[in-house]
């Protein structure tokens, strides 16, 4: 049995291997599924102060001087490596953040270049909280402040 096994199996997969079909390829994505991403140009102001404990700056930006939409854009120094870091806005003034509230939006990953902010977000008090999805557990939460005063 294990001589038939010995035999058979490697067979078996090498003709699985020569009669798979190839993987289809696309030259480009149809514009409903891969939307063009407004660009944020203007720095509107840059904080290192907002997470005390962590060494993290916080970049507001703008899709243009003094108009459009804002977002928020994250640099951490190279040692600073949490795995799959997510990015919430906790809006009101909220005491230390032991656990994710149920009023947290969701904003993106740590490592987006520019994260928008929800249009509320932006005129009123809040935190940003850093969340690891690897560890279950937040990796560290801003300040209470209001994006649109520096």
Known sequence: MFVVLGIALPLAFAGGIIARKAVPQVAHLPAGINPVQPEYSAVEWERTDLFPTNAITVRLLRNAPGAGRRAVAFAAPADFVKPDLIAYWVPGNSAPIADLPETAQLLGTFASAA????????????????YSLADSEIVAASKTFTPAKP
Request: glycine share 6%; with cysteine.
């Open 115 to 130: 994260l928008p902010l929800p249009e509320p977000a932006s005129q009123q008090p809040g935190c940003l909280v850093l």
